[in-house]
């Protein structure tokens, strides 16, 4: 898996190409190191519409001085939604480094997740959680992320749902009522392992990401 770096030759497609390649989607556009909200502000002033999950953390500096911050979600990835063939657009913002894909083939997030993160946000309690690849699964049932599956942790005497965005190999922790969550049948092989167990990824899987 490569980083899709796009010219504005390539855009240039027969007309072989299916509709769905040309019809507008979310993508992953990797960025600069703490460019996330420049990026969003550059992508708006250009009218690509985007979106940039934010969390609010309490930060403590070394002078003991804490402050309240809105951090991305999702360190380096903002979300665009376009027409493949507007990539070039999206490279062409300051603090863009590429599009996330396989080779020259973008790959497209689930419009599901997208809308189920927005809806979420400033109703639940998310924040960032370390990549999970196996652990028990479960649905959450009831509320804005309804329908929305992950690994099942407990942080004290909380449940949070970590939910997997494969894409880009990043999760988020969210904080769901028991009564909300419903087993999901293993499927695949997949392992099941007690509530709160996380492994790291195994080191031989290759992610979607950029390189």
């Known amino acids: 898996?490569?980083?899709?770096?796009?010219?504005?030759?390539?855009?240039?497609v027969g007309g072989l190409a299916s509709a769905q390649e040309f019809s507008a989607n979310w993508f992953a556009a990797y960025t600069n190191s703490h460019h996330e909200k420049r990026v969003a502000w550059h992508l708006a002033e250009r009218q690509i519409e985007s979106f940039l999950?934010?969390?609010?953390?309490?930060?403590?500096?070394?002078?003991?001085?804490?402050?309240?911050?809105?951090?991305?979600l999702f360190p380096n990835y903002v979300f665009v939604h376009i027409d493949p063939r507007e990539r070039v657009r999206v490279l062409?913002?300051?603090?863009?480094?590429?599009?996330?894909?396989?080779?020259?083939?973008?790959?497209?997030?689930?419009?599901?997740?997208?809308?189920?993160?927005?809806?979420?946000?400033?109703?639940?309690?998310?924040?960032?959680h370390p990549y999970l690849v196996i652990g028990e699964r479960v649905r959450?049932?009831?509320?804005?992320?309804?329908?929305?599956?992950?690994?099942?942790?407990?942080?004290?005497n909380n449940f949070r749902v970590v939910v997997a965005l494969d894409v880009i190999m990043q999760s988020v922790a969210v904080?769901?009522?028991?009564?909300?969550l419903e087993p999901v049948a293993n499927r695949g092989g997949r392992i099941v392992l007690p509530p709160g167990f996380a492994a790291p990824p195994n080191p031989q899987t290759q992610p979607c990401r950029p390189l």
Not at 2 to 12: D, F, H, K, N
């Open 1 to 12: 898996m490569q980083t899709v770096v796009a010219t504005r030759g390539e855009q240039e």
């Open 53 to 72: 999950p934010l969390y609010r953390a309490r930060h403590r500096w070394k002078n003991r001085c804490e402050m309240n911050l809105e951090l991305p």
């Open 92 to 128: 062409e913002v300051p603090g863009v480094q590429s599009l996330v894909g396989f080779g020259r083939t973008l790959a497209p997030l689930p419009q599901f997740e997208i809308e189920a993160l927005r809806s979420g946000l400033g109703q639940r309690n998310i924040e960032p």
């Open 140 to 156: 959450i049932k009831a509320g804005p992320m309804r329908g929305i599956e992950g690994v099942l942790v407990r942080k004290k």
């Open 175 to 180: 904080e769901v009522d028991a009564d909300d």
